[in-house]
């Protein structure tokens, strides 16, 4: 259902400020690839349009958000940035740090992909560890940035990393403005907000649904209930959108420009991951094959339709995808 276009009066967005966020972003991330793959369109029985936001220096959307967000830090002084990060966004903003002379400092969980703590740390970033999830993680970010006057970078809480990711949407509606259905992976909320209000104030006729796993459902809760809903645990192998503690704030952005959130089972992120790479020859990380997981659990909904999903990020570690993408479609050939 589609609400009424004043509602987007009442969140923190602007198109004019969308709009501006793309001067500041390296063109690396800008105008990437709506891949329409039939193959894959056939095999899910829907039109299937792949946004793939992983040909970039650090491999996921994230670029986007801290290219606009390192800028502002710039333009207000600041020498140094920090945040938490389950590593994609630790990479993103350690890179356009060092583009800008900014020193960067990522606060992960113990827990953290190993993968994505190299790559940080090889974009020259300082890496802490702290605690058992993201949310640990986050506490320490904030008292580096009280004690040590560091910038503090707050995902989705940080307008400027929802209004980077939101140049997606202005690329979507460009590149096809008769679409149906946009699938965005919902973690903090960057995304799928900025996304979903590009898409609401450009073309309002599209459904913009935002995917979770069942392992970490904090934020979809929250939205079915109009409320903040809290968790205690993450389970689920898509790190890049495992959080326990939704933002208010990017909760009632996400109320007024989301038609829907959906949850997803772990066993439907695999299948999605191997229909991406059997059918499209792509590999993705588990966060940027839940929208393919959603068209997978629900084909009714989808079928005849014209579906974009946001194909977010793709580090993944060789094992880890061998396990959970090679391995089980080997022994299903059997």
Request: aromatic share 4%; proline share 4%.
């Amino acid at each position: 259902m589609l609400r009424a276009v004043s509602a987007l009066d009442r969140i923190r967005f602007r198109l004019d400020r969308i709009r501006g966020a793309v001067g500041e972003i390296d063109a690396a991330f800008l105008d990437t690839p709506a891949l329409l793959c039939a193959p894959l369109g056939q095999a899910l029985g829907c039109s299937v349009t792949l946004k793939i936001e992983t040909l970039n220096p650090v491999r996921s959307f994230k670029g986007r958000g801290t290219e606009t967000v390192a800028a502002v830090a710039r333009k207000q002084g600041a020498s140094r940035v920090v945040c938490a990060s389950a590593g994609n966004l630790g990479q993103a903003l350690a890179y356009s740090g060092s583009r800008r002379g900014l020193a960067v400092t990522v606060v992960a969980a113990r827990t953290a992909n190993r993968l994505k703590l190299r790559q940080i740390a090889a974009f020259g970033a300082a890496v802490r560890l702290e605690g058992e999830d993201i949310e640990d993680a986050r506490l320490l970010a904030r008292e580096i940035a009280e004690t040590d006057g560091a910038y503090l970078v707050e995902d989705s809480l940080d307008l400027a990393t929802c209004e980077g990711a939101a140049t997606i949407g202005l690329e979507l509606v460009r590149d096809d403005p008769r679409l149906d259905v946009v699938l965005v992976a919902l973690g903090g909320g960057a995304m799928a907000s900025g996304v979903g209000y590009a898409m609401r104030s450009l073309v309002g006729h599209v459904e913009v649904i935002g995917i979770q796993p069942l392992g970490a459902p904090a934020m979809a809760l929250s939205w079915r209930q109009g409320t903040v809903v809290e968790t205690d645990r993450i389970e689920t192998i898509a790190d890049g959108v495992a959080g326990r503690c939704p933002i208010p704030e990017v909760l009632s952005d996400l109320l007024v420009v989301l038609d829907d959130v959906v949850l997803v089972r772990e066993d439907s992120i695999k299948a999605g991951m191997r229909a991406l790479y059997e059918h499209a020859g792509l590999v993705v990380e588990p966060s940027a094959a839940l929208g393919i997981a959603a068209v997978l659990e629900d084909p009714e909904r989808f079928a005849g339709r014209r579906v974009t999903t946001i194909l977010c990020g793709s580090n993944v570690g060789p094992a880890d995808f061998a396990r959970w993408v090679l391995e089980p479609a080997v022994h299903d050939a059997r």
